[in-house]
């Protein structure tokens, strides 16, 4: 498998993952569901049932505190997506277009306060500007 495949379908399984948290699990179901369809449509039921046992298990292994299942479960969906675009290299286009327009995080919603940090950097060189602002501060970095 190539390094572009590689990358696509360790992407989307850490994403749908990442999606069975979240209220959005619902979409990520049919979507990924929708894959299955077009490429093995005998195997979309167990791929479904599959996707609730993986959310039941995430959401119950976070609510213990134990951080290594998630990283078991999104090993096992990049697999199994690994495999599915091993045997069709065609659904590359489509799982692509899953990752842009539908295995997407919903913004939160304006009642939520989000915490934590962000670092941003960068280099200028030559005569560039760099303008970087977050929470209404404002930094410019001339060279």
Do not use: C, H, Y
Not at 19 to 46: I, M, N, Q, Y
Not at 119 to 139: A, D, H, P, Y
């Amino acid at each position: 498998m190539d390094a572009e495949l590689l990358t696509l379908a360790n992407t989307a399984g850490t994403t749908l993952v990442t999606l069975l948290a979240t209220d959005a699990w619902t979409r990520a179901k049919s979507s990924v569901g929708s894959l299955w369809r077009r490429a093995r449509p005998e195997a979309v039921e167990v791929i479904e049932a599959d996707l609730v046992e993986t959310r039941e298990v995430l959401l119950a292994a976070r609510a213990a505190g134990d951080d290594t299942v998630e990283g078991e479960l999104v090993a096992d969906w990049q697999r199994r997506l690994r495999r599915l675009l091993a045997a069709d290299p065609g659904l590359a286009a489509e799982l692509r277009r899953l990752l842009q327009e539908e295995l997407v995080p919903a913004p939160p919603a304006a009642s939520q306060t989000w915490t934590g940090s962000v670092t941003m950097s960068s280099t200028v060189s030559g005569r560039g500007k760099n303008f970087q602002i977050g929470q209404g501060t404002l930094n410019i970095s001339e060279s």
